[in-house]
């Protein structure tokens, strides 16, 4: 079986790429501006704000599977750069589903942020309603997945990544990870909450996705908490002077776009399908531990 996974070299796609090697699969991935890493899986590398790059990568490989984790995620950037988040979050999702028609299965990676964040415990039914740019275009990315393949394709959304992979995105988990082992200040908001998700153990539930007959959309992600509460958290495992962490607010920050104030998410269908991930103190430990070695 032929899997192809965008952005390889990504936070999360890295471990889904490690993962899926690991179980025997024949992984292609992508990557663009990051070399590729040292992993058995045959990579390619594709631009996807250029459709004709995009239509090779997938008539070259054929795949059983899509995997679609690469994406534009700088949420101020796409702010700034409506046109790039445009290209890559909408219509590099689009010519990929439409190149990839033939799959048996696409996997969209979405995210919390296509909600208000009103409310919170958001499910997958709730209504989306995205505050800032990069949140609408990948909203428009869902639609175009499930437009084209209502049969075919599984959206999963998820919330605040986290976690340490070798050319992966900086995170807020890695960052007050490093700044606590160097005995620094991370300052973290208490007033907006979200669902923090572990990468590897997304990773695996992703793969058990792969092997699963379900189709729709789903949430998985970690339990509600506030940044600082995750902060704590991760002083707490540590052993470190939990005092480092200090409390801050959105309202005293300037940031670029908003952000929604609690777009944390229900993972009740997740639980049912048994694609939950481990508990916080549980990842927590991991990502120490796969930092360190």
Request: hydrophobic fraction near 40%; proline fraction near 3%; charged fraction near 30%.
């Amino acid at each position: 079986m032929r899997i192809l996974v965008t952005g390889g070299t990504g936070l999360l796609g890295y471990w889904i790429v490690k993962n899926l090697v690991l179980k025997g699969y024949d992984v292609y991935a992508t990557y663009h501006e990051k070399d590729p890493v040292e992993l058995d899986a045959r990579w390619l590398r594709i631009d996807l704000e250029n459709a004709e790059s995009i239509l090779n990568s997938v008539r070259d490989v054929r795949p059983n599977i899509i995997i679609h984790t690469a994406a534009y995620t700088d949420v101020d950037g796409c702010e700034i750069n409506k046109e790039k988040a445009f290209k890559i979050n909408y219509l590099g999702t689009k010519y990929l589903v439409e190149a990839g028609k033939k799959a048996d299965l696409f996997i969209y990676i979405s995210t919390d942020y296509v909600f208000d964040g009103e409310k919170g415990f958001y499910k997958e039914d709730d209504v989306p309603a995205p505050v800032n740019y990069y949140g609408l275009t990948k909203l428009l990315g869902e639609i175009v997945v499930r437009n084209i393949l209502p049969e075919k394709s599984i959206v999963v959304r998820v919330s605040g990544l986290y976690g340490y992979s070798p050319v992966g995105k900086r995170n807020f988990g890695l960052t007050a990870l490093e700044r606590l082992l160097r005995s620094e200040r991370v300052e973290a908001f208490t007033d907006q909450w979200l669902s923090p998700t572990y990468v590897k153990a997304l990773s695996e539930s992703i793969i058990k996705l792969v092997e699963k007959d379900f189709r729709g959309v789903v949430h998985i992600a970690g339990e509600r908490l506030s940044r600082y509460e995750f902060a704590i958290a991760l002083a707490d495992v540590l052993g470190v002077d939990k005092d480092l962490v200090k409390p801050t607010s959105m309202n005293m920050v300037k940031l670029i776009a908003r952000r929604p104030r609690d777009s944390s998410l229900d993972t009740s269908k997740a639980r049912e399908l048994g694609l939950s991930i481990p508990s916080l103190k549980d990842n927590l430990r991991d990502m120490i531990n796969t930092y360190r070695d």
